[in-house]
């Protein structure tokens, strides 16, 4: 079975995050995407402004009673910064080698990928389904696998890479909504309106906690 990973600060969690979740379940076929917030990002230059339980909670209330999507605590319940490769590797080995996983991940952090800890161990773990972003070109990924040593076999299929691991990258698309958690957070600390840019039980949590005041 196939189960997908969206990692991110959700700081707060938004509708575009959401979107794409729903996007790559139906995309991929997933049994299940799983939603993790990141405790301790090592790539935001300023902490998350809220605490972790904070970000949990408000992801577990945006996703509701969905059949498809969860959130998991795993990166809450380590300690020190929150790398994707121990994510990813505690993931793998709960779910079998019978099942495979695939980590949802926009193309612009794709390019970032080199500053992640062992990121040369991720191709071997898991397959990538990078997500566009607007001005980056999936075909840019070549150039920059070759900079990073990495080999790979293109396919017939302009969207598809099949790494040395026998893992995959694919490229994929969803709806690009202009949302960001940073104009959220903003918006509320200028006592404007958030609504419809988070689910609405979000948007309570936010008021009723004081986050972002």
């Keep these: 079975m196939k189960y997908g990973i969206l990692g991110g600060t959700f700081d707060p969690i938004h509708l575009g995050h959401l979107r794409t979740a729903e996007e790559m379940v139906q995309e991929l ?22 605490a972790f339980h904070h970000r949990l909670k408000m992801a577990q209330l945006a996703i509701g009673n969905s059949g498809s999507l969860q959130v998991l605590d795993v990166e809450g319940k380590r300690q020190g910064p929150s790398y994707s490769i121990d994510t990813l590797k505690e993931l793998a080995y709960s779910l079998g080698p019978e099942n495979d996983l695939y980590f949802v991940l926009g193309l612009d952090g794709f390019f970032e990928i080199h500053t992640w800890k062992k990121y040369q161990d991720l191709f071997g773990v898991t397959h990538f389904v990078l997500v566009n972003r607007r001005g980056y070109q999936f075909q840019d990924i070549f150039p920059y696998l070759d900079r990073l040593g990495l080999r790979y076999t293109k396919t017939q299929n302009p969207d598809q890479v099949l790494m040395e691991s026998g893992r995959w990258l694919l490229h994929k698309r969803s709806t690009q ?25 979000v948007m309570k949590y936010i008021y009723e906690k004081g986050l972002y005041t």
Excluded: C, W, Y
């Excluded at 509320?188 to 988070?198: A, D, K, P």
């Design 29 to 50: 076929g997933l049994a299940k995407l799983f939603l993790i917030p990141a405790a301790s990002p090592p790539h935001k230059h300023r902490r998350p402004v809220s």
């Design 177 to 201: 909504m202009d949302i960001s958690s940073t104009h959220i957070r903003e918006l509320v600390q200028r006592g404007r309106s958030i609504r419809f840019l988070v689910p609405d039980n």
